[in-house]
T-cell receptor, first 114, second 113 residues
Framework: AQSVTQLDSQVPVFEEAPVELRCNYS??????LFWYVQYPNQGLQLLLK??????LVKGINGFEAEFNKSQTSFHLRKPSVHISDTAEYFC????????????FGKGTKLTVNP | GAGVSQTPSNKVTEKGKYVELRCDPI?????LYWYRQSLGQGPEFLIY????????DSGLPNDRFFAVRPEGSVSTLKIQRTERGDSAVYLC???????????FGPGTRLLVL
């Protein structure tokens, strides 16, 4: 079975500051890794995913994440945030070769203040 | 093109009643997933369909929950004898094939009084 831990439930930052949202996972098999974003009153939207290859993954809206197998982490970063980045961010994993069901963390609420 | 749609957007029911939640996936997507998101939690997997068949129903919490996808497109999640603990947002996602990106609908917010 897989599990995901998002270490921060809430992250407040000022506009144009850098941000890192932390994600650690546990799995006995190889996994795929994802970050989803949920804006208020909207559905989940994929930010980026790691399937294989380069451990640095770039996604939409200037976000990127780095897969670290030894530390079982997949932290999300953005060098300069905007007010519009205020949302809930979810890290998720799925087991390679399975049904590809997603196992989600509890989410991190990012609030960008002016 | 049209995304995943779910109806109703909100459903209020009384304890003990039966409810049906509908999901219309993106046209042509063969894989369909149901998740449940309780307040303050991330989504939790319920069931996965590949075509018409339920390929993985390991997340269904008990036998009050059942889902169908008779023609390999629209899916209905059915909950019998609802309980207050069933209150949550029920999310549907579809993908073009197992392993491809899952696209989520806006969810159905279920409240059991």
């Amino acid at each position: 079975a897989q599990s995901v831990t998002q270490l921060d439930s809430q992250v407040p930052v000022f506009e144009e500051a850098p941000v890192e949202l932390r994600c650690n996972y546990s799995s006995s098999v190889s996994v795929y890794l994802f970050w989803y974003v949920q804006y208020p009153n909207q559905g989940l939207q994929l930010l980026l995913k790691y399937l294989s290859g380069s451990t640095l993954v770039k996604g939409i809206n200037g976000f990127e994440a780095e897969f670290n197998k030894s530390q079982t982490s997949f932290h999300l970063r953005k060098p300069s945030v905007h007010i519009s980045d205020t949302a809930e961010y979810f890290c998720a994993v799925s087991a390679q070769g399975g049904s590809e069901k997603l196992v989600f963390g509890k989410g991190t609420k990012l609030t960008v203040n002016p | 093109g049209a995304g995943v749609s779910q109806t109703p957007s909100n459903k209020v029911t009384e304890k003990g009643k039966y409810v049906e939640l509908r999901c219309d996936p993106i046209s042509g997507h063969t894989a369909l997933y149901w998740y449940r998101q309780s307040l303050g939690q991330g989504p939790e997997f319920l069931i996965y369909f590949q075509g018409t068949g339920a390929a993985d129903d390991s997340g269904l919490p008990n036998d009050r929950f059942f889902a169908v996808r008779p023609e390999g497109s629209v899916s209905t999640l059915k909950i019998q004898r609802t309980e207050r603990g069933d209150s949550a947002v029920y999310l549907c996602a579809s993908s073009s094939y197992r392993g491809e990106t899952q696209y989520f609908g806006p969810g159905t917010r279920l409240l059991v009084l």
